[in-house]
């Protein structure tokens, strides 16, 4: 794949930019390619974006619900976190300086 870079002018067809994680179209009779100096842009053949595309749309509606499951126990861990560990040291700590009952 031939490397490009911002304000190229460019064949018609679909770029792809890695650092910006973003497609761009650009139409019949070519085009300037956007973006500040030294984004870099690689030309996707038309045969990939027509396979990729649905592949990457169905991986995005099958997993979808799972991303949201995982941010929602993260968020939970990460307020529940402080306050079980708090709880846990008090309790130890209780536990340490409590009076032996052995005799």
Known sequence: MIRYHA???VRPGFYWSPSRWEIVTIPRGGGQLTGEEGVRYLRLPLV????????IGALYVVFLPFIGFV??????AK??????RKAV??????????PDEKG
Request: glycine share 4%.
């Open 48 to 55: 990939l974006v027509m396979i990729l595309g649905p592949m």
């Open 79 to 84: 307020k529940c976190f402080p306050v079980i």
């Open 71 to 76: 941010l929602v126990l993260s968020f939970t």
């Open 89 to 98: 040291v008090k309790f130890l700590t209780m536990m340490a300086t409590a």
């Open 7 to 9: 304000n190229d002018w």
